[in-house]
C-alpha cells in the first residue's frame, strides 16, 4: 500500500512537536511505501523516523520565521507555497491509496482535498491534537493567535468534507469535533505514547540539574512562567538549576536570555536545545522533577515521558491531564494557571521528598506501538 504523508506544516530542521512525533513514530512501526510532501529542511529528520520513503520537497528555501508578527507572516506565505507546490504533485500521487495528514494544518487539508477531488476513492485520515482556543483567552500575541485560530478553522471545515478518519488523542478531542459538527462515525481515538523500551536502555548521568522544563519555548508552553517561577524558588533555594530542553526560534531565545539577565536567574537556568534522545532520557532519569507550567495541550507527552523516568511532575491544572494521567495522579501535584507562588511551594515540596530517594523508572502502559497498532487496524 502507498500513503502519501503530508507534512507541509514542519518549520526549521527539528522535528520538534508532539504531534509530528507523533504521525511519524506512528507511522514508522506500519512498514509502508511512504510518499512524503514536505519542507526540504526537514527531510532529513523525516528520514530518521521513517528509515527509507519518498520525498518530495515543497519548499526549498531557507526560512526559518521568528516568532513575531513578521514571523507569523513568513509562516502563511510558507504553508501557501507549500500548498501551491503539493498541488503541483498531485498528478504524481493518482494512485496512492491513502493520504495522510500529520496534523490539521490547511497546509495538508487543501491538498487532500484537491486530492480527492481528483480520486474520490483515495482515503483520507488525518490527525487532530487539539482545538485553539479562543485568541483572546490564549498565551501569546493576540494577531498570531487570531491567524492561527481562523486558519485551523478553515482547515477543519475543509477536512470535515474530506477526511473518512480522524485520529484524536483523548475523548476531550473528539467532543470538541463532535461539537463542531463532525461526525461522530469517523472519529477514533487512539492516544498517545512513548518508546519505553528505548528509554529503559539509556543510562542515568551525573545529576546536572534539579528540575527540567521540557517542550517547545514560547509562551502558550510556558517558558516564561517557568522564569518567573524559578525567581520565586531562589529566595529559598538559591543553587536551584533548572535544565532547558526544547526547540527555540532565536528570537524567542533571545527573550528569554534577556528576561532570566533582568531577573538575575542566569546560573539557575542551563538552555541545552534540542538534543538527542539519549542525552534527553538520560537526563531525564537523572533529575527528580519535571516542571510542565504549559498553558494548552492536546495530550502532555513530555508529562508521559517523565512519568516513565521516574520523574515527579508539577503542572498547570489542565482537564486533559485529568483524563490521560488519571493513574498517575500521585506523582503528578496541579497548580491553578499563573499561580507563580503555589508552583514553586511544590516544586520545593518534591525537591525536599525526593533528596534521599533512588529515582526509579515506572511502567507506563501507553506506548507507540499501541498508537501505530490502532490507526493501521482502521486504515490499512
Not at 503530508?6 to 520538534?16: C, V
Not at 510542565?292 to 516513565?308: D, N, Q, R, V
Request: glycine share 6%; net charge positive; hydrophobic share 40%.
Amino acid at each position: 500500500m502507498k500513503i502519501i504523508v503530508l507534512a507541509n506544516q514542519l518549520l526549521g530542521e527539528k522535528i520538534s512537536s508532539g504531534g509530528d512525533v507523533l504521525s511519524l513514530t506512528s507511522l514508522k512501526r506500519m512498514n509502508q511505501d511512504f510518499h512524503v510532501l514536505g519542507p526540504k529542511a526537514s527531510r532529513s529528520s523525516v528520514r530518521d523516523y521513517l528509515g527509507k520513503h519518498h520525498f518530495y520537497s515543497t519548499d526549498n528555501t531557507k526560512i526559518i520565521p521568528s516568532s513575531n508578527f513578521v514571523g507569523g507572516l513568513l509562516i502563511v506565505y510558507l504553508y501557501f507555497l507549500r500548498t501551491v507546490n503539493s498541488v503541483k504533485y498531485i498528478s504524481k500521487l493518482k494512485n496512492g491509496q491513502v493520504v495522510y495528514l500529520t496534523g490539521d494544518f490547511l497546509c495538508n487539508s487543501l491538498v487532500a482535498f484537491l486530492i480527492k477531488a481528483f480520486n474520490p476513492q483515495i482515503k483520507v485520515v488525518c490527525n487532530f491534537y487539539h482545538l485553539n482556543p479562543n485568541p483572546s483567552h490564549r498565551t501569546g500575541n493576540i494577531i498570531n493567535n487570531t491567524v492561527s485560530f481562523l486558519l485551523q478553522r478553515v482547515s477543519l471545515r475543509v477536512i470535515k468534507k474530506t477526511s473518512d478518519i480522524i485520529f484524536v488523542l483523548s475523548n476531550k478531542g473528539a467532543k470538541e469535533l463532535i461539537k463542531i459538527g463532525f461526525n461522530k462515525k469517523d472519529i477514533k481515538v487512539t492516544g498517545a505514547g512513548i518508546d519505553l523500551d528505548k528509554i529503559k536502555k539509556f543510562p542515568k548521568i551525573n545529576q546536572k540539574g534539579d528540575a527540567v522544563f521540557l517542550g517547545r519555548l514560547n509562551k502558550s508552553k510556558g517558558i516564561y512562567d517557568a522564569l518567573n517561577i524559578i525567581k520565586i524558588i531562589t529566595k529559598k533555594s538559591p543553587k536551584f538549576k533548572l535544565l532547558i530542553i526544547g526547540a527555540s526560534s532565536v528570537s524567542e531565545l533571545k527573550n528569554i536570555k534577556r528576561m532570566a539577565k533582568t531577573m538575575n536567574i542566569e546560573s539557575n537556568i542551563e538552555y541545552l536545545g534540542f538534543i538527542s534522545e539519549r542525552e534527553k532520557y538520560s537526563i531525564m532519569k537523572s533529575t527528580p522533577l519535571l516542571v510542565a507550567p504549559s498553558h494548552e495541550e492536546g495530550y502532555g507527552i513530555g508529562l508521559l515521558e517523565g512519568l516513565a523516568c521516574g520523574m515527579f511532575v508539577v503542572a498547570y491544572d489542565l482537564k486533559i491531564y485529568h483524563e490521560v494521567f488519571g493513574e498517575y495522579k500521585k506523582y503528578i501535584k496541579y497548580i491553578k494557571p499563573k499561580d507563580y507562588q503555589s508552583f514553586a511551594n511544590a516544586i520545593l515540596f518534591f525537591k525536599k521528598q525526593q533528596q534521599s530517594k533512588k529515582q526509579k523508572m515506572r511502567n507506563v502502559s501507553e506506548t507507540w506501538e499501541n498508537v501505530s497498532r490502532k490507526q493501521q487496524t482502521f486504515f490499512i
